[in-house]
T-cell receptor, first 115, second 110 residues
Framework: EAGVAQSPRYKIIEKRQSVAFWCNPISGHATLYWYQQILGQGPKLLIQFQNNGVVDDSQLPKDRFSAERLKGVDSTLKIQPAKLEDSAVYLC?????????????FGPGTRLTVL | AQRVTQPEKLLSVFKGAPVELKCNYSYSGSPELFWYVQYSRQRLQLLLRHISRESIKGFTADLNKGETSFHLKKPFAQEEDSAMYYCALGGDNAGNMLTFGGGTRLMVKP
């Protein structure tokens, strides 16, 4: 089966600019996650969707980050305006969803560099 | 709050030597523990989970609730085991969310 797709793979922007990332999960996976992975650290969950509803966004910096999954399939994560500390790899993952703990399948990530 | 600690950033061993990657966690409910692995130029992928109690690629991990640990072990390391290893924690009151540790880079030298 096709894996989680993400684009772009790399993005370089200047601080205060805007950027958007796109994710297409594995077909049939109800749950979608966005993680931020700063160099040298483990992935940190930003937001979790169940179908097109938000399950948890407690660690999403909502003053500058936003995410949507309008039709319960693809998702976009936006940063506006970007700061230097947003430089990281942004990972998208998907899983079948509740009630049990399902394996999360990860995309290749988008490496963002903010100058 | 959930927390996962992997005390070693880097673990270097020779081929054929035993390997133990440490993971300690903090969680108030009933934990679910996982090990994820990322090989060079590949995606992050699940290696094993404690509820499966199985050995994957020769690796095993036992959940020790008394010591709040979930160390990953392999008796004889292979060069192809070289990768980043992340311990991850979920649980009964965490939805399907995972908290990841900071990761340990395993280098297996020939």
């Amino acid at each position: 089966e096709a894996g989680v797709a993400q684009s772009p793979r790399y993005k370089i922007i200047e601080k205060r600019q805007s950027v958007a990332f796109w994710c297409n999960p594995i077909s049939g996976h109800a749950t979608l996650y966005w993680y931020q992975q700063i160099l040298g650290q483990g992935p940190k969950l930003l937001i979790q969707f169940q179908n097109n509803g938000v399950v948890d966004d407690s660690q999403l910096p909502k003053d500058r980050f936003s995410a949507e999954r309008l039709k319960g399939v693809d998702s976009t994560l936006k940063i506006q305006p970007a700061k230097l500390e947003d430089s990281a790899v942004y990972l998208c993952a998907s899983s079948l969803g509740r009630p049990n703990f399902n394996e999360q399948f990860f995309g290749p990530g988008t490496r963002l560099t903010v100058l | 709050a959930q927390r996962v600690t992997q005390p070693e950033k880097l673990l270097s061993v020779f081929k054929g030597a035993p390997v133990e990657l440490k993971c300690n966690y903090s969680y108030s409910g009933s934990p679910e523990l996982f090990w994820y692995v990322q090989y060079s130029r590949q995606r992050l992928q699940l290696l094993l989970r404690h509820i499966s109690r199985e050995s994957i690629k020769g690796f095993t991990a036992d959940l020790n609730k008394g010591e709040t640990s979930f160390h990953l072990k392999k008796p004889f390391a292979q060069e192809e085991d070289s990768a980043m290893y992340y311990c991850a924690l979920g649980g009964d009151n965490a939805g399907n969310m995972l908290t990841f540790g900071g990761g340990t880079r395993l280098m297996v030298k020939p």
